[in-house]
């Protein structure tokens, strides 16, 4: 399979550094083919404070927070880059709200984009059954999420490419031949 031209990253930051008593979460929007990488964190407008009336939407958190936890890369299509970047371009003008530690913080935002992007909606299957799951809810601790991440990232992988294979050799070499010599009735 090639490689996605678009993915939407999940950072997780470690808690007790320099930056973050508690830790920090933030997503970046990714154009593979044009190099292109935007990050956007919500945070606090005051540093070190759990709750200011204003919360802000950054885009350098790749620069302040250099140890990571976690980084794990959900495709997406074009459509949905788009849909998720112009959500995150609003967000950078106030319309995430105030910032409050545990109820609208970092990871609220990261919930908030999986779930514009889609990502956080899943289909698992068991035992023939299919249970759609209709949304995530990411612990208020940012480091606590670093597992759930990682196996939705896996499960969301699984599902794309699922739906984005590409044809096997024997497919291919079938599918030339009915082209070329038309769909015929051959004993195999």
């Not at 939407?8 to 083919?33: C, N, R």
């Not at 992007?117 to 480091?143: C, D, M, N, Y």
């Not at 599918?175 to 038309?182: A, I, K, L, V």
Request: net charge negative; glycine share 8%; with cysteine.
């Amino acid at each position: 399979m090639s490689e996605n031209r678009y993915t939407l990253t999940v950072y997780i930051a470690p808690p007790f550094s320099d930056e973050s008593k508690v830790g920090h979460m933030w997503i970046s929007l990714d154009d593979h083919q044009k190099g292109l990488e935007e990050h956007y964190g919500f945070q606090p407008s005051e540093p070190d404070h759990a709750f200011t009336k204003n919360g802000r939407v950054v885009t350098d958190d790749p620069y302040h927070y250099k140890i990571r936890a976690t980084q794990e890369s959900f495709p997406i299509t074009a459509e949905t880059y788009s849909k998720v970047r112009e959500y995150c371009q609003q967000t950078l003008l106030g319309s995430f709200g105030s910032y409050i530690g545990i109820g609208n913080s970092c990871v609220d935002y990261v919930e908030a984009a999986m779930r514009e992007a889609g990502i956080a909606e899943q289909q698992i299957t068991f035992l023939g059954h299919t249970a759609r799951l209709s949304g995530v809810k990411l612990h208020a601790f940012p480091i606590v999420n670093h597992f759930g991440v990682e196996i939705l990232s896996g499960r969301h992988k699984t599902q794309w490419d699922e739906q984005n294979k590409e044809p096997d050799e024997y497919e291919k070499a079938k599918s030339m031949f009915e082209s070329e010599w038309g769909k015929q009735n051959f004993p195999w």
